[in-house]
């Protein structure tokens, strides 16, 4: 069958936002940014079955907590390929992508126009968004908040480019959780025994790319500032946890599914013990604290 041309016209690929609007990055060099990161080192070789149903569950959550209503103008802060924003995009919303890796924009670049939809993309830091004040319904920021060189400036910037009834949706790694808290005891007690030769690495280890230890604690001290958190969610308990990866692979495949989602509900309501958190707020007192501008 022959495209009809009209659909075909009416195809962008991705709207740039005009070089007007990219920042000075080098104005966040007093932290270094890696202008090149590239995810394709982050995940482990082998996906076992926890780590992927947590992957699942928080793009699952993040997205749901976004709520996206059609025309909402949605921006995703250190959107790494845009697979988010393109998928928010589909379901209805106006939305931009803010990268500071070239590598990264053009990975999103390509998705987007695999994908045929419409994300504007931004090269640009967390600590000074090349946006207006007011102007985003929403914002979302997956898996990316301890990677910003100023979290906490970040955070203001979320609260200053959100309208005043806006909502951020945070979604992070929490490196307090329970799975991550009996890994790293049970690592100090192998080290212990075995006179200090262990095996490196591990969940709970701070990447070398972090710039913060996120957790449920430090997460609210950060946020409470510019935000009033509406609800907080966690997600899977016991990554971390040493044997359990491999025994749940061991367990036949409905047994491993069915742990995974009753831990999971559990886990929804211990955000301070689960391995991601997600937290939906709105700004506080914007009212107030942007009137000067
Ligand atoms: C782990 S990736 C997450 C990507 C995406 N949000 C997702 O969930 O797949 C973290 C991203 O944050 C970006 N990043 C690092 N520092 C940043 C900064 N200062 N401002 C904005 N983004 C930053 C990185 O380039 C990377 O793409």
Request: proline content about 5%; glycine content about 6%.
């Amino acid at each position: 069958m022959t495209p009809d041309a009209s659909q075909s016209e009416k195809k962008p690929v991705y709207r740039k936002l005009p070089r007007r609007h990219y920042p000075d990055v080098m104005r966040d060099n007093d932290r270094k940014i890696d202008l090149d990161w590239d995810d394709d080192h982050v995940l482990p070789s082998k996906i076992y079955p926890d780590i992927a149903h947590l992957l699942r569950r928080m793009t699952d959550v993040t997205l749901g907590a976004v709520a996206v209503a059609d025309r909402e103008s949605v921006l995703d802060i250190g959107c790494g390929r845009a697979v988010d924003a393109i998928e928010l995009a589909a379901r209805g919303g106006q939305c931009s992508g803010l990268e500071p890796s070239g590598r990264m924009i053009s990975r999103a670049q390509e998705r987007i126009a695999q994908n045929g939809t419409v994300v504007s993309l931004a090269r640009g830091v967390s600590a000074h968004l090349p946006f207006k004040s007011n102007s985003f319904d929403k914002v979302i920021c997956k898996g990316a908040l301890d990677h910003f060189s100023h979290p906490e400036q970040a955070i203001a910037e979320m609260a200053r480019v959100l309208k005043p009834q806006g909502k951020a949706v945070i979604a992070t790694a929490n490196f307090e959780s329970l799975g991550f808290k009996a890994g790293r005891r049970v690592f100090a007690l192998t080290r212990f025994l075995r006179r200090g030769k262990t095996d490196d690495g591990d969940f709970w280890r701070i990447p070398e790319d972090h710039t913060i230890k996120l957790d449920y604690g430090t997460l609210r001290r950060l946020v409470r500032p510019h935000f009033r958190i509406e609800r907080s969610i966690g997600i899977s308990l016991l990554v971390g946890l040493p044997g359990w990866s491999s025994l749940l692979e061991k367990l036949p495949a409905r047994v491993s599914a069915t742990s995974l989602s009753a831990l999971d509900k559990l886990a929804s309501h211990l955000p301070s013990l689960s391995n991601v958190i997600v937290i939906r707020c709105t700004p506080s007192d914007k009212s107030t604290s942007w009137s000067a501008e």
